[in-house]
């Protein structure tokens, strides 16, 4: 049974997304004079490629069928106890009858709970995963906005029209990719040390 949404991945993005793209355009000075040079990225296909947001994807995923595991042992209880309140119901006396009644309440009263702190739990990971992932792409895109002088940074689906804009998108992954392994493999030395000298 899906006890709750397994497409819990990055659920409010497109509005993140919005307030992000909003704050990087405000922080950025409009110049009257000169050319004005504009780039847009696209925040979907940086989301579907770049190796930070695929990890952040799989540790949601991981957590979220743990807790799916975790509910589903708990309803199998519940049926279980259920079908056998049925098939043994007229052979129990009223008191035992009572106190499975009462059993399987209580189950289905620490059901609703688990699945409720499961589902704020989800959120809660999604919402902090979202979060680390549009701040490395943010520092990455104001770098490359300095950099190269841009004036403006926009995303890719909130464009009706624009002239002479460049999409540097795939550059964003490729740094934020290459950042990322970086980082990864920072972490991963301290555990390769500590398994040679067992």
């Known amino acids: ?4 949404d397994s497409n819990m991945y990055f659920k409010s993005i497109g509005t993140a997304f919005f307030l992000f793209f909003l704050s990087l355009l405000l922080s950025i000075p409009l110049y ?3 050319k004005f ?16 947001a695929k990890d952040a994807k799989d540790k949601l995923q991981a957590e979220y069928k743990k807790k799916q595991e975790e509910l589903k042992k708990m309803q199998d209880e519940i049926l279980k106890l259920q079908d056998d309140v049925v098939q043994k119901s007229k052979f129990m006396s009223q008191q035992e009858l009572d106190k499975k009644k009462s059993e399987i ?6 059901f609703l709970s688990k699945l409720r702190e499961a589902e704020a739990e989800i959120q809660q990971l999604d919402s902090k995963l979202t979060q680390e992932v549009l701040e490395d792409v943010r520092k990455i895109i104001s770098d490359i906005a300095e950099k190269d002088n841009y004036d403006l940074v ?3 689906s909130q464009i009706l029209y ?9 550059r964003v992954i490729d740094i934020y990719n290459r950042e990322w392994r ?5 972490r991963q030395q301290p ?8």
Do not use: P
């Open 1 to 4: 049974m899906k006890v709750f």
């Open 154 to 156: 926009l995303e890719k």
């Open 191 to 198: 555990q390769q040390q500590q398994q040679k000298k067992k």
């Open 37 to 52: 040079k504009v780039a847009f990225v696209d925040l979907a296909k940086i989301i579907q490629e770049a190796e930070a």
């Open 32 to 34: 009257a004079q000169g």
């Open 105 to 110: 309440e209580k189950k289905q009263s620490d």
């Open 162 to 170: 624009v002239k002479d804009a460049d999409d540097i998108t795939f």
């Open 182 to 186: 970086g980082k990864k493999n920072q």
